[in-house]
């Protein structure tokens, strides 16, 4: 994303080349083809792509067969008056536009949902269904009788079973652009959508405040609008840090055992983050480039 903009191309292209090479490396397992399957077994996208200047959003959700997320997106702006396509219908405008048909499952994913079948289905995100969720496969119904449980808690799903790559770019002009690209929730329902590509949730870009992008938990995350409270926070003048940190307090009143984690930069180029402490995650570790900087440098930040 960098190399683009250093060359001289445009925020948004940043941000669609930088969360396009995550898709090709299928970053973490957790971006793009051949990771979190769903119950199903199969791969499926979210992604999103934000124009801080016109404000304009492309995003596609439950995309499949058709790896470049991140591309899709960004045609939705170019291409149409709309900001979220989904579903099989977002494979038929993708393949329009000139994007390859493909298979999204590899061996890896495929032993990934092999072994999970064998554990019963374990974890999964069903509840207050028959058969018991906890204990078996489906297919799942609803009860005669409804009798309403404790949500599972994060810690006992992994804190590695859902990532996205969320970036943020300021221009030289202090343009803003923000994006995402992920495969959601491993061994999610069928049809489910994250907080990914969802604006406002997984990310969201204003040229007269700053950006902002988020990755942990979409289901829960997405219900408080992280991305745009941030940069809200930061339009009043909050310090980039202590605006991710308001966030992250904000879910915690609800849900203290969330898992996730919120970037923000204002248009001067400061920035910061912040996450939810939790067991196996304490810190939060991210990427930045700056002409300040020689080469593109890891920082981390402690969860609050």
Same mark, same amino acid.
């Given at each position: 994303?960098?190399r683009v903009l250093q060359l001289g ?18 970053c973490d397992g957790s971006v793009g ?137 300021? /221009? ?8 995402? *690209?992920?495969?959601? @929730?491993?061994? &999610? $329902? +069928? #049809? ?45 003048g909050t310090d980039p840090t202590l ?16 898992? /996730? ?8 180029? *400061?920035?910061?983050? @912040?996450?939810? &402490? $939790? +067991? #196996? ?24």
């Open positions: 994303a960098w191309g445009s925020e948004l292209d940043a941000i669609e080349r930088g969360c396009g090479q995550c898709e090709i490396d299928q083809y051949g990771g979190s399957p769903d119950e199903s077994g199969e791969t499926t996208l979210d992604a999103m792509i934000m124009d801080g200047n016109t404000m304009e959003v492309g995003a596609v959700a439950d995309l499949r067969h058709v790896k470049n997320a991140i591309g899709v997106a960004r045609k939705v702006i170019e291409y149409t008056k709309h900001t979220l396509l989904v579903g099989e219908s977002a494979t038929l405008f993708a393949v329009r536009m000139g994007f390859p048909y493909e298979d999204l499952t590899t061996q890896k994913s495929l032993s990934l949902f092999s072994k999970w079948l064998n554990q019963s289905c374990q974890p999964n995100y069903w509840k207050n269904v028959v058969p018991d969720s906890s204990k078996s496969c489906g297919p799942y119904k609803r009860p005669e009788k409804v009798t309403c449980t404790e949500e599972q808690t994060i810690s006992q799903r992994s804190v590695h079973n859902h990532d996205t790559i969320g970036m943020v770019v300021i /221009g030289e002009s202090g343009t803003v652009a923000s994006g995402t *690209s992920t495969n959601g @929730a491993i061994h &999610k $329902i +069928p #049809g489910r959508v994250g907080d990914s590509p969802i604006a406002g949730a997984g990310s969201y870009a204003d040229s007269t405040a700053g950006g902002a992008a988020a990755t942990g938990d979409g289901d829960v995350m997405m219900r408080f609008l992280p991305s745009y409270q941030a940069v809200e926070y930061m339009r009043m605006a991710c940190q308001k966030v992250i307090s904000r879910i915690q009143k609800y849900t203290p055992k969330f898992f /996730g984690a919120v970037i923000c930069a204002n248009t001067t180029g *400061s920035y910061g983050a @912040a996450c939810n &402490k $939790i +067991p #196996g995650f304490t810190q939060f570790h991210f990427m930045v480039s700056s002409p300040l900087l020689s080469q593109p440098t890891e920082q981390v930040v402690d969860c609050i």
